[in-house]
Nanobody, 119 residues
Framework: QVQLVESGGGLAQAGGSLSLSCAAS????????MAWYRQAPGKERELVAR????????YYVDSIQGRFTISRDNANHTVYLQMNSLKSQDTAVYYC????????????WGQGMLVTVSS
């Protein structure tokens, strides 16, 4: 089994920055792609950013292009999301996600953490 624990959420002002971390534990050899999702109040959960196992390939949703950066440290089984130039529209619960299909499961989710951007 794989467990994901997120940290770094909280309150920021518009234009400011926050850095999110997600540490994996358990059978980390199962993990391939990792991603960050978010769910704003009254909206569906959306994919924000994804990174491949090697880190060579990333994907970003259009709304955060140029402002957020996803990265990972495989030695420490951690994925990061650096969020700059924050906007009030970035307010949401952010979830870490790991692809664990290599071990016969589909995916694992973190518990989620609230990011609030005040304007």
């Amino acid at each position: 089994q794989v467990q994901l624990v997120e940290s770094g959420g909280g309150l920021a002002q518009a234009g400011g920055s926050l850095s999110l971390s997600c540490a994996a534990s358990g059978d980390t050899t199962c993990i391939s792609d990792m991603a960050w999702y978010r769910q704003a109040p009254g909206k569906e959960r959306e994919l924000v950013a994804r990174i491949t196992l090697s880190g060579a390939s990333t994907y970003y949703v259009d709304s955060i292009q140029g402002r957020f950066t996803i990265s990972r440290d495989n030695a420490n089984h951690t994925v990061y999301l650096q969020m700059n130039s924050l906007k009030s529209q970035d307010t949401a619960v952010y979830y870490c996600n790991a692809d664990v299909t290599d071990c016969g499961f589909l995916e694992v989710w973190g518990q989620g953490m609230l990011v609030t951007v005040s304007s």
